[in-house]
């Protein structure tokens, strides 16, 4: 099984998404069972549900975050991870700053899909529900991208 970990500051918007969206995109390129999806947060203090926003969001896409209650970001789900797409340069600085060791598999999910350009998904926490659609918008772009790559490495893990 091939783990990617999203991680974000709360865990409560856009690592969320990102993790539902990205279930649902696997779903539908048949790589649900070759993929384990995870996300958590560098600032998680208590776990808690995902934010108002960040559920209407994705419902408009038919998808439920009702269930997803955030999770603090550690070194066992850093260890596990073949993959681990950060939100912004401040979150992969942090990740990497944990452990040092693991940079060949840490990158912001911009980076990765595009390849290498810089750039950060803004946190819409706080802001009203068009930006958490924006937000969701713009990881939704970036994930349709980057799926290629995943699912060919995947595959490769597999032995395919």
């Known amino acids: 099984m091939f783990n990617v970990l999203f991680v974000c500051t709360g865990n409560t918007c856009r690592s969320s998404m990102a993790e539902i969206l990205f279930k649902e ?6 790589l649900d069972g070759k993929v384990r999806v995870r996300s958590s947060g560098t600032s998680v203090y208590i776990s808690l549900p995902a934010s108002d926003n960040a559920i209407e969001a994705v419902k408009e896409l038919g998808m439920d975050l009702t ?22 340069r401040a979150h992969k600085s942090h990740i990497l700053n944990i452990m ?7 990158f912001t999910l911009i980076e990765y899909a595009t390849g290498g350009e810089e750039g950060d998904i803004s946190d819409p926490f706080g802001y009203d529900l068009d930006t958490y659609k924006q937000c969701r918008d713009e990881i939704k772009k ?5 799926i290629g790559k995943i699912g060919k490495w995947a595959n490769r893990q597999m032995g395919k």
């Not at 995109?25 to 048949?30: A, I, Q, Y």
């Not at 269930?67 to 596990?80: A, N, P, V, W, Y």
């Not at 040092?100 to 840490?106: F, H, M, R, T």
Request: without cysteine; hydrophobic residues 40%; negative net charge.
């Open 25 to 30: 995109m696997l779903k539908r390129e048949n």
């Open 142 to 146: 970036y994930l349709e991208i980057a």
């Open 100 to 106: 040092p060791d693991i940079k060949d598999k840490v």
């Open 67 to 88: 269930g997803h209650r955030s999770q603090k970001l550690d070194i066992d789900m850093l260890r596990e991870a073949d993959l681990i797409l950060a939100m912004t």
